[in-house]
Structure formats: C-alpha cells, structure tokens
C-alpha cells in the first residue's frame, strides 16, 4: 500500500492563474529590449533599447515615459533594481554598472565593477540583505561582489571567483536563505554551491544533464528547476532525505516551442503564490506548485500548468524578452513580432 501523501499547504486554490493583456498600456519600441526590471513597488519601469534604458512610469493603470539615457556601448544585458533607490546594470562589454535614482537629472553610473574577460549573462543579489552580487560570464566564471561597508553603499570590491565551470555559464539562482546557489552552464552540467553573504562558496555537488539549458531556479531549500534548451519538458530536482543530494526526480511536459532560446529573461518563481514563470523560445508558461511530504523526499511537489503565452515571434532565438515585477502583479514584455512593450497584469479566476 503507497503511503499516504501529507499535503504541506492545503488551502483552498483559486481555480486559475493568468497574467491579461492591456493593449492600452503598450508602447512601440524598434530596438531591441534584452532586459526590464520593476523598482520595488511597481512605480517604475527600467527597460533597455539596444544601450540606452528607458525609465517608464506606472501610475493608475497607464504608463508614462520619463526619459531615456546611455546606459552602456554596448548591449545592456541585464538589469536588477535594489531597495535603496539603486539599480545595476550589467552589459556585453564586460563590465557592471551601478546607478542611482537621485542623479536622473543628470544620469551617471556611481559605481564600475570590472572584472570579467567577457559578456555577462545573469546577475543576482543576495536576497537578505543585498550585501553581495553574484555574476556569471561567457568567461565561465562566476564573481562575487561584496559592500565594504554597509554604511557606504557605493564601495564594491571582488571577493571572490569560482573558475569549476568549463563552459559559459548562462543561468543563476539563490535558495530564499541564501545559503545555496546554483548555476547551469553550456554542455549540460549543474553546479551546486554553499556558502552566505558573510563566507566564502563552495562547490558541493555538480550534476549531469542530457543538454544544456539556459533556466534554472529555486522553488524551496529542497526544489529547483532546470529548464533544458529545445526541450518541452521541464525538469525537476529535490533534494533526497537519505544522501542530502539533490536528484531529478521528475518532470513537467507542455507543448514544445519550435524556436531556440538565449539567457535574457530569467525565470522568476513567487513564494507566496507558489507560481513559476519561466521562458521557453518564444512562450513564458506559468506554473502551479503544490506541495506534499514523500517517502523519499521531505518535500515533493506536484506542478500544474495554468497559463501558456505564446508569442508567435519568427525568430530563432525566441525572440522574446521581458520581466516580472517584485511581487508578481506586473510582467512586461517585448518581442521580435510586435516591436512592442506590453504589460500584462496577474489575474486570480
């Protein structure tokens, strides 16, 4: 006889997930957007054009454009708001840019971090204290960033680097303590570190894989994510009770894009409505968890595929790229089809 399933979170669900487009709140945009972030209450926009970021104010159900600047000379790659009027800018010529809101007068970077041999793909920060970033490069290195002095909230140094990973490493996430991070690479290979804000990393387990992915993410302390590239099936890790390794366990099919994929647009999973948004070529899937205690897992999950957006895009790459804001209400794309920023607002039916 099985054993019976413990159900960890048991309330009662609504019975559909979905984020609805406005197509009054749109904006027409030709250059290319490879990176948007929300500040931390959802009043501004930071979305790049090529170099340049454009900030855009969300106000009352509309939008309005406030102004435009150099962000980089080259492709910006990614950008991350920080709750202290700050964002960070990382771009394909190396480099790391740190930004202030109260200098848009007269926009200039506060802060370079320079240390990368080549383009930087994903960017994360500590998520207790945003005392630490943490970079991953086509050079294969991850960095970490470290505040000298929490009283002076500009002063960067390069703590440290992990130079294990042989191919361009292409995702990052860090569990909600903070205490594990994960990276995933090209040629199919998983790493899994330990350390904190305060200590030093270290690689604890690496993992193989079938292909190379550019996702990868954290549900809980016991759950990750790896999304592999050209694949419609979603794979899922949990840790095992027995070895204190984490394993595939299983995984989640839905309908496979016929486009190719690229690092922009990093999956984003939301701990308070337990829903995944992750890409996959030219469509983002939202995804229920639901959790419950196995036999060989001490958390197991099951997932549930509530919404499929589909973009259509023509492109091989995908095409698509975009952000969701801090606590999920907003995501805002943009693709090669319409040459348009959208907005999308999460929806409970």
Same mark, same amino acid.
Request: hydrophobic share 35%.
């Given at each position: 006889? =099985?054993?019976?399933? !413990?159900?960890?979170?048991?309330?009662?669900?609504? =019975?559909?997930?979905?984020?609805?487009?406005?197509?009054?709140?749109?904006? !027409? %945009?030709?250059?290319?957007?490879?990176?948007?972030?929300?500040? =931390?209450?959802?009043?501004?926009?930071? #979305?790049?054009?090529?170099?340049?970021?454009?900030?855009?104010?969300?106000?009352?159900?509309?939008?309005?454009?406030?102004?435009?600047?150099?962000?980089?000379?080259?492709?910006?790659?990614? *950008?991350?708001?920080? $709750?202290?009027?700050t964002?960070?800018?990382?771009?394909?010529?190396?480099?790391?840019?740190?930004?202030?809101?109260?200098?848009?007068?007269?926009?200039?970077f *506060?802060?370079?971090?320079?240390? &990368?041999?080549?383009?930087?793909?994903?960017?994360?920060? &500590?998520? @207790?204290?945003?005392?630490?970033?943490?970079?991953?490069? =086509?050079?294969?290195?991850l !960095?970490f960033?470290?505040?000298?002095?929490?009283?002076?909230?500009?002063?960067?140094?390069? $703590? %440290?680097? #992990?130079?294990?990973?042989?191919?361009?490493?292409?995702? +990052?996430? +860090?569990?909600q303590?903070?205490?594990k991070?994960?990276?995933?690479?090209?040629?199919?290979? #998983?790493? *899994?570190?330990?350390?904190?804000?305060?200590?030093?990393?270290?690689?604890?387990?690496?993992?193989?894989? /079938?292909?190379?992915?550019?996702? #990868?993410?954290?549900?809980?302390?016991?759950?990750?994510?790896?999304?592999?590239?050209?694949?419609?099936?979603?794979?899922?890790? *949990?840790?095992?009770?027995?070895?204190?390794?984490?394993?595939?366990?299983?995984? @989640?099919?839905?309908?496979?894009?016929?486009?190719?994929?690229?690092?922009?647009?990093?999956?984003?999973?939301?701990?308070?409505?337990q829903? @995944?948004?992750?890409k996959?070529?030219?469509t983002?899937?939202?995804? $229920?968890?639901?959790?419950?205690?196995s036999? +060989?897992?001490?958390?197991?999950?099951n997932c549930?595929?509530?919404?499929?957006?589909?973009?259509?895009?023509?492109?091989?790459?995908?095409?698509?790229?975009?952000? +969701?804001?801090? /606590?999920?209400?907003?995501?805002?794309?943009?693709?090669?089809?319409?040459?348009?920023?959208?907005?999308?607002?999460? !929806?409970?039916?």
């Amino acid at each position: 006889m =099985k054993k019976q399933q !413990k159900i960890i979170n048991n309330a009662q669900q609504p =019975k559909y997930y979905a984020y609805q487009h406005n197509p009054e709140i749109q904006v !027409k %945009q030709k250059e290319r957007s490879l990176a948007a972030a929300f500040n =931390k209450d959802n009043s501004l926009l930071a #979305i790049s054009a090529m170099s340049k970021i454009k900030l855009i104010q969300l106000k009352n159900g509309s939008i309005k454009y406030i102004q435009s600047f150099c962000g980089n000379s080259s492709y910006i790659s990614t *950008i991350t708001f920080m $709750k202290n009027k700050t964002f960070i800018i990382s771009s394909q010529d190396c480099s790391i840019f740190i930004w202030t809101l109260n200098l848009m007068n007269n926009p200039k970077f *506060i802060f370079k971090l320079k240390d &990368h041999k080549s383009w930087i793909n994903c960017i994360i920060l &500590h998520p @207790l204290q945003e005392d630490l970033i943490i970079s991953g490069s =086509k050079d294969t290195t991850l !960095k970490f960033w470290s505040l000298s002095t929490p009283s002076l909230p500009f002063n960067w140094f390069l $703590k %440290q680097t #992990i130079t294990q990973h042989k191919y361009e490493i292409y995702g +990052l996430s +860090l569990n909600q303590e903070g205490n594990k991070l994960i990276s995933c690479q090209g040629h199919g290979l #998983i790493f *899994i570190m330990q350390g904190s804000n305060k200590s030093f990393w270290k690689v604890i387990q690496t993992i193989g894989t /079938n292909s190379y992915g550019y996702r #990868i993410n954290f549900i809980t302390n016991n759950i990750f994510v790896f999304q592999p590239c050209m694949s419609n099936s979603l794979q899922i890790f *949990i840790k095992n009770v027995n070895t204190g390794n984490y394993q595939h366990a299983r995984y @989640l099919r839905y309908k496979k894009s016929q486009y190719n994929c690229q690092t922009s647009f990093p999956a984003r999973y939301l701990p308070d409505r337990q829903l @995944l948004l992750i890409k996959h070529g030219d469509t983002l899937n939202l995804i $229920k968890f639901i959790f419950f205690e196995s036999q +060989l897992y001490q958390q197991d999950c099951n997932c549930i595929l509530e919404q499929c957006l589909e973009f259509n895009s023509n492109e091989f790459n995908g095409g698509l790229y975009g952000g +969701l804001s801090e /606590n999920g209400d907003i995501l805002v794309t943009w693709d090669s089809k319409s040459q348009e920023i959208q907005i999308r607002q999460f !929806k409970e039916m």
